[in-house]
């Protein structure tokens, strides 16, 4: 493996019930789950991604949509490199939400985060049901916001890898960029791997047993 | 308006066809030239059965098809006409396709879809689930019959269970009654041979003596012969289980340690423990005396029971429990003030000038309420100082806190919004002491946007509380999996919800519930 991973602290916003942990779990196992249970607090997951030599490896946190813990969103946003602003195509509420999630990124999160505006649900225009989000809007929001834009579905699978896929080859560049000033997503240099032979090390003696 | 169906005209000919006799009319021996008109006779001119319309011409008529079906009068069915006609339920102008079917209960004219059930009726168009014919009727109707709901049927036996309760509770009443008569009786009788002894010589020997003669007094015994078994628990008789009698009641019982069915009580427990009783005896002397009569359970059971239970009624709750309850009367009182307070200043706010009773009515009341208030706040404040006992009742206690002071976070809110016109020069004393109360009461002179700021940041609070469980948890999961690197990642996450909710119970200080 080489040496370098990059690590991604990335955070999913929006609102409640558009498919957020869908596009997760789809993401991390590849496998979908009709009527999940909404999520509380903010859930955590890993995923790594082998781009061209790199290695990526996406820290997500899913946070719930539910009105209650936007509070919340605020810790995790904070100091992340990408986010993922998912709406459902289906419900326009949803997508004036992500204007806001957008609005409130530039604003508080991290200047050189990397957002990603995702239209989620698009299965279901299938099987007859109206769209109610244009894409054209959509796309327009991204242009001028700067945003990376995808339309995906996490039932069927469609476009989700690529979503993250866009994020990971975005990062590299930023990372070349301003390496030295980013408290998170460093390479994980030798000093800060866990090493067997020594005795000295935090995390293994915290976890191990006291004999 | 066409009245009796085929079977009249049937009717008709058959008599035409037989032989022609003559029928006299059995009420006023009129003439009749056949069955049918002596029918129609009686039924117009002596009223038997419904008037109806005959027919003037029955033979040469054809009956409309629409109704005919054997013996079923029609009379009460609505007629349909073109143009006109609409379906009772729905409204619908009925023609051939919507259909036009009669409702053969009401009669009334339904189009096809409105008019679909079927219900046994006599040929009067009388509900006869016996013996009637199936016809088509509509949902009212078909609703409408007794002995139908939609949810099965009930029947009230709450007043058979009153009597019966109460039968059986005066019975048990009045067994209590007699059994204390007894009881009554039986001590003093022991108390004054114990009196009439005292000092004397003999006094061992005589006591004993009287005090059995006076025992077969009281109550009958049961005979020795007559039981086998213990009548309480059923064991029987031996050598080694003896049989007893009850001193009250009679009745033969053991006195096995196991089962208790009897047992022998010194006299002066059973009058301290009853005493309620009018025993003219005084119990004082009895204390060294020890003298025990033997009761059955059942006895005991009978008469001690609702006296023990009334005794721990009365015994004072814990400081806690005494505190939460005036906590919740006094709440009550709030929300019960508050609800007055709103209708009052409503009104007042819609007519243009109060009334003098009215703006003075309200000020009592906001006076009341925020005494109530006060003595709410003063509770809670003593709630908290009270050392719980135990964990359940630190939780109790914690609960208690929170909710009392949600609850008048939102009362005080709603007593501020009220409308309140009162012109100042009038009021303006009241209304000073009032605000001086209600910033007493806060203490912290608290505005209404700290308030809600306080409240969301409550909230916030509990979201960090949980969230910070739910990576304690992610954490716990990982260390399994040796999944160090996400260990790191949570710790650091765990370490910002941590600073983050220090930063908020700093903020909030005393107001969170920490």
């Not at chain 2, 029971?305 to 009365?314: A, G, I, N, T, Y």
């Amino acid at each position: 493996m080489n040496s370098s991973i990059t690590s991604v602290k990335l955070v999913l916003l929006g609102e409640a019930a558009v498919g957020k942990s869908s596009i997760v779990l789809r993401f991390v196992s590849n496998d979908f789950t009709e009527n999940k249970e909404p999520t509380i607090g903010a859930a955590f997951l890993t995923q790594r991604v082998n781009i061209g030599d790199e290695t990526v490896k996406f820290e997500i946190w899913d946070t719930a949509g539910q009105e209650r813990f936007a509070s919340l969103a605020p810790m995790y946003y904070r100091n992340a490199q990408a986010a993922l602003v998912v709406y459902d195509v289906t419900k326009p509420q949803s997508f004036i939400k992500a204007r806001h999630w957008v609005k409130e990124l530039h604003e508080q999160a991290s200047k050189g985060i990397i957002i990603a505006l995702v239209g989620n649900k698009i299965d279901v225009l299938e099987s007859g049901e109206e769209r109610k989000v244009a894409r054209e809007e959509a796309e327009k929001l991204a242009e001028e916001e700067n945003l990376l834009y995808f339309e995906t579905s996490a039932k069927t699978g469609e476009n989700v890898n690529e979503v993250f896929l866009a994020i990971g080859e975005k990062i590299p560049l930023k990372k070349a960029e301003d390496q030295a000033n980013q408290q998170h997503g460093l390479r994980i240099t030798d000093d800060q791997r866990i090493d067997l032979a020594s005795s000295t090390n935090g995390p293994v003696k915290a976890s191990g047993c006291n004999c | 308006m066409v009245a009796t169906g085929e079977q009249a005209s049937e009717d008709f000919h058959d008599s035409e066809n037989g032989e022609l006799s003559i029928f006299n009319c059995p009420v006023c021996s009129k003439e009749l030239s056949d069955l049918r008109r002596l029918n129609y006779h009686l039924d117009n001119d002596h009223s038997f059965g419904e008037p109806q319309e005959l027919a003037t011409h029955p033979v040469n008529k054809q009956v409309k098809g629409r109704h005919k079906r054997d013996g079923f009068v029609a009379g009460h069915l609505k007629a349909f006409e073109p143009g006109i006609s609409c379906c009772h339920e729905c409204g619908r102008l009925l023609r051939k396709g919507t259909g036009i079917v009669n409702c053969h209960k009401c009669g009334e004219l339904f189009c096809g879809a409105h008019c679909r059930n079927t219900i046994k009726l006599d040929s009067h168009g009388r509900y006869d689930p016996q013996k009637g014919r199936w016809y088509v009727c509509c949902y009212k109707c078909f609703g409408a019959r007794p002995g139908y709901n939609d949810y099965g049927s009930s029947r009230e036996l709450t007043e058979t269970l009153k009597s019966l309760r109460t039968m059986k509770n005066e019975d048990k009443q009045l067994r209590i009654i007699q059994l204390e008569n007894r009881l009554v009786r039986l001590l003093d009788g022991i108390i004054a041979i114990i009196r009439q002894y005292k000092g004397s010589l003999l006094e061992g020997f005589r006591v004993q003596k009287d005090i059995s003669k006076l025992e077969r007094t009281v109550t009958s015994w049961r005979d020795d012969n007559e039981a086998t078994h213990c009548n309480i628990c059923n064991q029987v008789f031996d050598i080694t289980l003896r049989r007893h009698h009850c001193r009250l009641c009679g009745n033969i019982v053991c006195d096995s340690r196991s089962t208790n069915c009897s047992n022998q009580v010194p006299i002066y427990n059973l009058m301290n423990a009853a005493n309620d009783l009018p025993f003219t005896e005084a119990t004082q002397e009895l204390v060294s005396d020890n003298v025990s009569i033997r009761l059955c359970s059942e006895c005991i059971h009978n008469l001690f029971f609702q006296r023990k239970f009334k005794k721990e009624v009365r015994q004072p709750l814990s400081p806690l429990l005494s505190q939460c309850e005036s906590i919740s009367n006094t709440s009550r009182v709030i929300i019960q003030l508050t609800a007055s307070l709103g209708d009052i200043e409503r009104i007042k706010s819609i007519s243009q000038a109060p009334e003098q009773f009215d703006v003075n009515e309200s000020n009592k009341l906001r006076a009341k309420l925020l005494r109530a208030v006060a003595s709410y706040h003063q509770s809670t404040k003593q709630i908290s100082m009270i050392k719980p006992k135990n964990n359940a009742e630190k939780k109790i206690q914690q609960s208690v806190r929170m909710a009392s002071s949600i609850f008048i976070d939102e009362k005080v809110l709603q007593l501020k919004s009220l409308p309140c016109i009162n012109p100042p020069q009038i009021y303006h004393a009241p209304e000073s002491q009032e605000v001086v109360k209600l910033s007493n009461f806060l203490a912290d002179n608290l505005s209404i946007k700290e308030i809600k700021e306080i409240k969301q940041f409550r909230e916030e609070l509990m979201v960090l509380k949980e969230q910070a469980f739910l990576v304690e948890t992610m954490i716990e999961n990982a260390k399994k999996q040796r999944n160090f690197e996400e260990i790191n990642i949570l710790n650091g996450n765990l370490q910002e919800l941590e600073s983050r909710m220090q930063t908020i119970q700093e903020y909030l200080g005393d107001q969170s519930f920490a």
